[in-house]
């Protein structure tokens, strides 16, 4: 195939204006590279030839799919830029564009720093805060050679039984708004004068980012995930798709389709929302990314009928299809489908426009490998600071004292004993929650933090004995002179369906460890969730204190910051603490409310 002349190459000048580039190089390409520009493959099947041959446009890690194990960011970097120096040996020299799933800080990569989970930052109702976290999560995702991170979820969770919940800022719409504020540091702020809907990236301190899933993924029947939101359009767009403007008023380079369905239709086959709400009624001029294997949910059995699951989710508007493993049948298949007409070439050029589009406006063309500079900023002090702050911004004082004229807390850091127990207190993957280091999240020191126990231990008296039992034992408990008992519990980590719960109890025994140590000394509880669990009347009864700290990520020493007086509580509930499961769903804009604490509530120590 024919070398391109530089020097009459238009799409190669980057003083020529991006749509000048963008239609100079769709003209020079062919089908295959067309098509190879809308797939996406995950790293473990990218080979040389995948880039170089077939002119792949993406590459991507699923959760938990690292170089090797503990890769540090330079280790990603080094993997990255080899993807992407086979992708430059091709015809066209096209970049790829390397995406991971960074929610809460580059959650994949050891030693980076974890920021608490969406849940906690809708708890602060602090804008400012979101964007600044996001300033911080991009220079650590650029560090490791990544342009791109699937973040941010923007659903508006009705229902607490949803396994993704704790990705929502909130039930409430206006919180979720308000917290698209995280793009503009994601992205950096769009200059004044830039087009309503066009793709912005300030530079290569930024990333590309994803508003995601369009649209009502929060607003499924009985909080399934990948279910059905049964609702209205003036619902669902009152809801559910208000955040998008938001998101694309500031640039968002793409938007992922959801894996749930409106009223029986599969968002990934639905043209409606996809084609002309979003691209022509919002103005959204990016790309439309489907979620993993997204097309291959589109018949029964998944992927049977692939040829139908194409050309359904292509001609819907869906422009980068996250294949993510055969993209040989995959590619076979979609040339079929465009050669013999049932994709027309007119929508294939639309979505290599818009991911063109994308790689001009994120200065890929020009700067396509890792600025191993920014190194030092993964985990460094500065953002750690930040995930502190964001830490102790969002803990939600539910109880302060059996007697409000008593109140429990602040703490006494120089009390003589200080008992330490449950599940959470000294676990940091629990801590940190789904969606680190794995898809799943794991369990123990799978990162670099500060867990509950550590925090205590650095924060207490220099006289003050900590004692840490995890289920603490009679012997323990019969002691005279333990001054009060901190004890953690909460949730296993979870993703997805995998975190779909109909139940919503304490996991680990929590409630029967929270009940022994309060029966014999004052006692603080700790919960460590994605959301609101149920908390019986005559357990609540039991608890001294009681405070949601949701999934505060690696820096434990914001709870103790707080715990110990140093700051107060500003943590508001983003989410309606529902009375029973049987009562779900729930919200404050819903009716028959009758919460154990209602959206908004948390209290004060006032002593601060």
């Known amino acids: 195939m024919a070398e391109v002349d530089e020097n009459v190459c238009i799409y190669k000048n980057p003083n020529k204006p991006i749509e000048d580039r963008v239609k100079d190089l769709l003209s020079r390409m062919t089908l295959k590279e067309k098509l190879g520009q809308m797939t996406q493959i995950e790293r473990r099947v990218t080979t040389p030839s995948a880039l170089k041959d077939h002119g792949i446009g993406s590459v991507l890690s699923a959760g938990g799919s690292a170089p090797f194990e503990n890769a540090l960011s330079a ?31 580059n959650n994949s990569v050891y030693g980076a720093t974890i920021f608490p989970h969406s849940v906690n930052i809708g708890a602060t109702r602090d804008a400012d805060l979101a964007r600044r976290i996001g300033v911080a999560t991009a220079l650590e995702v650029r560090a490791s050679g990544i342009h791109y991170t699937f973040a ?8 607490p039984r949803w396994g993704r919940c ?4 909130s039930e409430d719409t206006e919180i979720v708004r308000k917290m698209t504020s995280i793009l503009s540091g994601l992205q950096g702020d769009v200059p004044k004068g830039h087009p309503y809907g066009y793709p912005f990236v300030a530079g290569r301190n930024n990333v590309i980012a994803c508003a995601k899933h369009f649209v009502g993924d929060g607003g499924t029947d009985k909080g399934v995930n990948e279910g059905n939101t049964i609702t209205s359009y003036e619902d669902l767009e009152r809801i559910h798709m208000a955040p998008y403007p938001d998101c694309i008023s500031q640039g968002v380079c793409t938007v992922m389709a959801s894996y749930s369905s409106w009223n029986g239709k599969q968002l990934h086959a639905d043209h409606f929302l996809l084609t002309e709400v979003l691209k022509d009624k919002l103005g959204f001029k990016g790309f439309v990314i489907s979620d993993w294997e997204g097309l291959d949910r589109l018949c029964t059995p998944r992927g049977s009928d692939y040829r139908f699951c194409i050309s359904t989710a292509v001609n819907a508007g869906i422009d980068m299809v996250m294949v993510p493993f055969r993209f040989e049948k995959f590619l076979e298949d ?10 027309p070439m007119s929508r294939i050029d639309d979505a290599v426009e818009r991911i063109l589009r994308v790689k001009f406006a994120a200065g890929l063309f020009e700067l396509p490998f890792s600025d191993r500079t920014l190194l030092n900023t993964v ?9 502190r702050e964001a830490v102790r911004k969002s803990l939600v004082l539910l109880k302060n004292g059996k007697d409000p004229n008593y109140p429990f807390l602040p703490l006494d850091r120089n009390a003589k004993k200080i008992l330490v127990a449950g599940t959470h207190a000294d676990n940091l993957g629990f801590q940190c929650g789904g969606w680190t280091s794995d898809w799943n999240g794991k369990s123990g020191r799978i990162t670099i933090g500060t867990t509950i126990l550590d925090a205590v231990k650095a924060t207490a008296g220099d006289q003050t004995e900590v004692i840490y039992e995890q289920v603490p034992s009679h012997e323990t408990l019969s002691k005279e002179d333990l001054s009060f008992a901190i004890v953690a519990v909460g949730e296993s980590p979870y993703a997805e369906t995998i975190g779909d719960n109909s139940e919503l109890t304490i996991p680990f025994n929590g409630a029967d460890i929270i009940s022994s140590v309060a029966d014999k000394i004052p006692t603080l509880v700790i919960l460590i969730s994605g959301r609101p669990l149920v908390l019986e009347p005559w357990l609540l009864k039991k608890m001294d204190a009681l405070v949601a700290a949701w999934l505060p990520g690696s820096e434990g020493d914001g709870i103790t910051d707080v715990l110990f007086g140093d700051y107060e509580f500003e943590g508001r509930l983003p989410v309606t603490w529902f009375r029973s499961v049987d009562q779900l769903p729930v919200h404050a804009a819903g009716n028959s409310y009758n919460p154990v604490f209602p959206f908004g509530f948390g209290l004060k120590m006032g002593k601060v």
């Open 75 to 105: 280790d990603w970097a080094d993997m990255v830029d080899n993807f992407q120096k086979f992708a430059l040996e091709s015809r066209l020299e096209i970049p790829i564009i390397y995406g991971i799933d960074a929610v809460h800080g």
């Open 334 to 343: 979609f040339t079929y489908l465009v050669e013999s007409g049932e994709i």
């Open 166 to 169: 704790y990705e929502s800022y």
């Open 379 to 387: 985990g460094c002090k500065l953002h750690r600071e930040l995930a």
């Open 152 to 159: 941010p979820c923007v659903a508006v969770c009705r229902d």
